[in-house]
């Protein structure tokens, strides 16, 4: 996501249709229970009382997002913009182990990965903003290190 | 109407704005990276991005609003709260993807890093619940 392919002579209906995605994306995952830290945890929960009810989220995500893309894929570009911006790298890294097993060791603790704890900013708990101001300051202690 | 079937429902949507947003832009619906290129002020993308969060929070607002229902934060301290806080930001910058990123779209494009990414944090959450509700 380094460039923004958003042109400007479709006027404002490309950041209008941002505004929508994002309604529906918080609406989803509002319905689905995701914004429910302790359904979050009990899905995580393997070995107590375990509520799967979270795998239905997910099934339900994966199975639209490949059928959508398997034709939208196909088009040359996208609607509003010059190019599909696909991750490129295909290496099992390091950094993407090690980065993984940190957030899961962090949604584990408190039962927020980042889109629900953006989410429940709504409910306007200090919580919360806690939650999500450390998570920022934890993407820029590791942007420092990058240099 | 059952649990299973809402969760699938709020799946799909999340799925029709992760499919949208591949169709209007060529985007991937990745949180994480939504959040960053908001907060280190990413001058080409901070306000396409910034409106997709304030939409997630507007949609969250709607669903409140329609079902009556508002999560409680869980019980917590303090120090876990900004603990899990920092280990999330840090490693979803560090594994370059969350649940969203890694999870559903990368998944969806059957990219082998987010399969495995994905794998590997909910492993690692697994792990992370058990020593909490059992060991500790």
Same mark, same amino acid.
């Given at each position: 996501?380094?460039?923004?392919?958003?042109?400007?002579?479709?006027?404002?209906?490309?950041?209008?249709?941002?505004?929508?995605?994002?309604?529906?994306?918080?609406?989803? &995952?509002? /319905? $689905?229970?995701?914004? @429910?830290? #302790?359904? !979050? +945890?009990?899905?995580?929960?393997?070995?107590?009382? %375990?509520?799967?009810?979270?795998?239905?989220?997910?099934?339900?995500?994966?199975?639209?997002?490949?059928?959508?893309?398997?034709?939208?894929?196909?088009?040359?570009?996208?609607?509003?913009?010059?190019?599909?911006? &696909?991750? /490129? $790298?295909?290496?099992? @890294?390091? #950094?993407? !182990? +090690?980065?993984?097993?940190?957030?899961?060791?962090? %949604?584990?603790?408190?039962?927020?990965?980042?889109?629900?704890?953006?989410?429940?900013?709504?409910?306007?708990?200090?919580?919360?903003?806690?939650?999500?101001?450390?998570?920022?300051?934890?993407?820029?202690?590791?942007?420092?290190?990058?240099? | 109407?059952?649990?299973?079937?809402?969760?699938?429902?709020?799946?799909?949507?999340?799925?029709?704005?992760?499919?949208?947003?591949?169709?209007?832009?060529?985007?991937?619906?990745?949180?994480?990276?939504?959040?960053?290129?908001?907060?280190?002020?990413?001058?080409?993308?901070?306000?396409?991005?910034?409106?997709?969060?304030?939409?997630?929070?507007?949609?969250?607002?709607?669903?409140?609003?329609?079902?009556?229902?508002?999560?409680?934060?869980?019980?917590?301290?303090?120090?876990?709260?900004?603990?899990?806080?920092?280990?999330?930001?840090?490693?979803?910058?560090?594994?370059?993807?969350?649940?969203?990123?890694?999870?559903?779209?990368?998944?969806?494009?059957?990219?082998?890093?987010?399969?495995?990414?994905?794998?590997?944090?909910?492993?690692?959450?697994?792990?992370?619940?058990?020593?909490?509700?059992?060991?500790?």
């Amino acid at each position: 996501m380094t460039k923004n392919m958003t042109n400007k002579s479709y006027g404002l209906r490309p950041l209008f249709c941002y505004l929508i995605c994002g309604v529906l994306f918080g609406a989803g &995952l509002s /319905i $689905s229970g995701m914004t @429910d830290q #302790n359904k !979050v +945890l009990d899905f995580l929960d393997l070995f107590g009382q %375990w509520d799967p009810t979270l795998m239905f989220v997910m099934g339900g995500g994966v199975g639209i997002t490949i059928i959508g893309y398997r034709f939208i894929l196909k088009r040359p570009m996208p609607l509003w913009g010059n190019r599909f911006m &696909l991750p /490129i $790298s295909t290496v099992i @890294d390091k #950094n993407l !182990v +090690l980065g993984s097993i940190l957030f899961g060791i962090g %949604w584990g603790l408190y039962g927020y990965c980042p889109g629900p704890a953006i989410a429940s900013l709504a409910h306007l708990h200090w919580e919360t903003f806690l939650f999500a101001g450390a998570m920022v300051l934890g993407m820029f202690l590791r942007s420092k290190q990058e240099g | 109407m059952h649990d299973y079937l809402i969760a699938l429902i709020g799946g799909a949507i999340i799925g029709l704005s992760a499919s949208l947003m591949m169709l209007f832009y060529g985007r991937i619906a990745g949180i994480s990276g939504l959040i960053w290129n908001v907060v280190q002020n990413s001058r080409s993308n901070f306000s396409s991005s910034g409106l997709f969060l304030s939409g997630m929070v507007l949609g969250t607002l709607c669903v409140a609003y329609i079902t009556g229902i508002e999560p409680i934060p869980i019980d917590s301290n303090i120090f876990i709260i900004v603990l899990a806080g920092l280990l999330v930001g840090y490693g979803t910058k560090l594994g370059s993807g969350c649940t969203s990123g890694h999870g559903i779209c990368g998944i969806s494009r059957f990219s082998t890093r987010s399969i495995v990414a994905t794998c590997i944090f909910m492993a690692s959450g697994i792990v992370t619940v058990y020593f909490m509700r059992h060991l500790l």
